[in-house]
């Protein structure tokens, strides 16, 4: 299991580039640049933590994980 930093790490890094990505589709439906960024910052932010409260959920779930008994045969 991930520690939380490295969650935070991810879903910091993960909705950063979405946020790039998000600015432009809502400029261009828009057309406004100020309002693509506070709709695109107010959805950032609904992503980032959900995705952190999704992710730590599934940290609980053991299904489908196998179980780590030393260096695997198999190829990364």
């Known amino acids: 299991m991930e520690n939380n930093k490295r969650t935070w790490a991810k879903a910091l890094t993960w909705q950063t580039s979405g946020l790039i990505i998000m600015i432009g589709v809502n400029y261009l439906f828009l057309g406004n640049l100020q ?42």
């Open 35 to 76: 309002q693509s960024m506070g709709l695109s910052a107010l959805l950032t932010g609904m992503g980032l933590v959900t995705y952190v409260i999704h992710e730590r959920l599934w940290a609980r779930v053991r299904w489908g994980v196998r179980a780590n008994s030393g260096p695997s045969s198999e190829a990364p």
